[in-house]
């Protein structure tokens, strides 16, 4: 996730094109739940893949903020 962000910051407008798919995937990623959690383990990848999902969503909207 955060790779996604990271290229949108390297390639600034030519990732525009990729823009619409990105923010499914990380909307999706986004609204992945398990309920109830299986287990410890289970609940630290979903707080991982959270703060990877924000992260990421940072870094696209610094990257394309020098689009506009």
Do not use: K, W
């Amino acid at each position: 996730m955060i790779a996604v962000g990271d290229i949108c910051l390297a390639i600034e407008e030519q990732f525009e094109e990729h823009l619409d798919t990105t923010m499914t995937c990380l909307n999706a990623a986004a609204s992945i739940t398990l309920s109830p959690p299986q287990n410890f383990e289970s609940e630290e990848i979903m707080n991982r893949l959270r703060d990877s999902v924000v992260d990421a969503y940072i870094s696209v909207i610094h990257g394309m903020q020098s689009v506009s």
